[in-house]
Every structure is written in C-alpha cells, then in structure tokens.
C-alpha cells in the first residue's frame, strides 16, 4: 500500500504561483505512473500532468502546458507540481495519484484557489 499526502495549496491571485508536494510513503517501489489531478467545484476531477518516476518525458493537460511543470524528488520520496501563471479556472482540489489512479490511494487532497 502507497500512501500519497498532498501539500501546498492556497489562495492567490490570477498570475500568482503555488508549488504543490506529494509526500509519498509505504511500497514505494512498486512506483512507475504517477500524476496529478484535479476537481473544480461541480466539474469530474480530471488529468493534469503526468511523469514516469524512471524518467522521460512528462504529459500535461493541454490548458497547464507552458504554465505547470511536475518533477519528483526520488531521494525525498516526493513528487511536485509547480503552477505559474495561475488563473481562476485552476481553481480546484489538486491529488497526486498513480496514473491511471487507484481507488484506494485517494489522499484529502490540497485546495487551490485562484482569485481574479
């Protein structure tokens, strides 16, 4: 079992940055896909960006490209997802998951809020 726990959320302004973390624990050699997502109020939660913990190159969802960038941090068990130039549509709660996620590995989650 992997444990994921989400960090680094909060409210700023349109244009603003916020780096998110995902602490990861438990089995974590079992790691390959990981990804973050996110759900907006009244909205399905939806794909973000993507990394293979070996390597490669990551995926995005194509309204973040050029504005969020996802990295890990293989010695501190962490994935991150830095967030430039936010808008209010990036207004949601960010997860971090495996990819394609598993149901049992939902954290709470980190809420963003981006204000006009």
């Known amino acids: 079992q992997v444990q994921l726990v989400e960090s680094g959320g909060g409210l700023v302004q349109a244009g603003g940055s916020l780096r998110l973390s995902c602490a990861i624990s438990g089995r974590i050699f079992n790691l390959n896909n990981m990804a973050w997502f996110r759900q907006a109020p009244g909205k399905e939660r939806e794909f973000v960006a993507g990394l293979y913990w070996a390597g490669g190159r990551p995926t995005y969802t194509d309204s973040v490209k050029g504005r969020f960038t996802i990295s890990r941090d293989n010695a501190k068990n962490a994935m991150h997802l830095q967030m430039n130039n936010l808008t209010p549509e990036d207004t949601a709660v960010y997860y971090c998951?495996?990819?394609?996620?598993?149901?049992?590995?939902w954290g709470q989650g980190t809420q963003v809020t981006v204000s006009a």
């Open positions: 998951n495996f990819n394609p996620p598993r149901f049992g590995s």
